[in-house]
């Protein structure tokens, strides 16, 4: 029988995923310029980097690298990377080559390899001109009220 | 974000093993059959039901430390449930005393009995009014809900 949980097992289940990101000593934000489609089962492996001068990927280094909480505007849990005023950016540095547009972003962790997600960005950002910047904001988790029932 | 199958996978095996909820070492959690009209939710609480109390109706304990976790072949969705203990998640009633009572479902608590984990309401109430009769639980899961993390 399928049980309902209360609010103290799904608090648990996102201490849970915060203490498994603690374990990894870093979290490696990457874009990529491949096309792709979010799945639990995606393979980062396919997802091809930028190769302009000046992309590197964002480095999470800091603690917790997950925070989260209840949304009561959207009446939703979350879980967000890295620290409330964390904001990553990247940049080219140099004349780049204009077909590199950049899609989407995902997150690997630095000692599990683990997938820990992937999105499209909702515009893709192309990079042709020195300083071209992609901001990525919200790195998060959106957590349905009722995802453990 | 959409997690990866590894990060739904571990956040299924940490609640299985979480000893401050329902995976403790020591004194585990119970199972307890509920003689109140109740409904199961988020922000259950102990006092929002009342237990059953014919004789043989104790709550029953799980298995101390971690529980079993998998994934639903059918369904897909990640599973954690609770070890069954021996003789099972099963009440049977021996004396008329107390009867006839209703039971509307059951709920899982800390041992202590004072932090619900979760209910389940049965898909009618069981009246029990005889010796010889059961209520039974065959199990006790929680499923994740499936693209509930995006």
Do not use: H
Request: charged residues 10%; hydrophobic residues 50%.
């Amino acid at each position: 029988m399928k049980f309902v949980s209360t609010n103290v097992l799904r608090l648990s289940c996102l201490a849970a995923l915060q203490a498994a990101a603690s374990a990894n000593s870093t979290l490696d934000v990457r874009a990529t310029i491949t096309p792709f489609t979010p799945s639990p089962s995606l393979d980062p492996d396919t997802l091809v980097p930028p190769t302009f001068s000046g992309y590197v990927p964002v480095i999470v280094d800091v603690a917790p690298k997950f925070t989260y909480g209840w949304d009561s505007a959207l009446s939703v849990w979350f879980a967000k990377l890295g620290p409330a005023n964390l904001a990553f950016m990247y940049f080219a540095d140099d004349v780049v080559d204009p077909t590199q547009i950049i899609v989407g972003v995902f997150v690997k962790g630095g000692d599990d390899d683990f997938l820990w997600g992937s999105y499209l960005l909702d515009q893709p950002r192309q990079f042709a001109a020195e300083w071209d910047a992609a901001p990525v904001t919200d790195v998060l988790y959106t957590i349905a009220q009722n995802f453990l029932q | 974000m959409i997690p990866g199958n590894a990060i739904l996978n571990a956040i299924a095996e940490a609640l299985a093993a979480d000893p401050s909820t329902i995976a403790p070492l020591l004194n585990p959690p119970k199972l307890g059959l509920v003689k109140t009209a109740f409904v199961p939710g988020p922000n259950l609480a102990i006092t929002d039901y009342t237990l059953a109390d014919f004789v043989t109706s104790t709550p029953i304990g799980a298995i101390a430390g971690a529980q079993n976790s998998g994934i639903n072949p059918v369904t897909l969705e990640r599973i954690v449930e609770m070890k069954i203990p021996a003789g099972g998640w099963r009440w049977v009633v021996t004396s008329t005393t107390n009867l006839p009572q209703t039971i509307y479902g059951a709920v899982l608590y800390d041992n202590g009995g004072t932090t619900v984990y979760g209910a389940v309401l049965f898909n009618a109430p069981i009246l029990l009014d005889a010796v010889g009769q059961v209520c039974e639980v065959d199990a006790v899961q929680f499923a994740f809900l499936i693209n509930g993390i995006q």
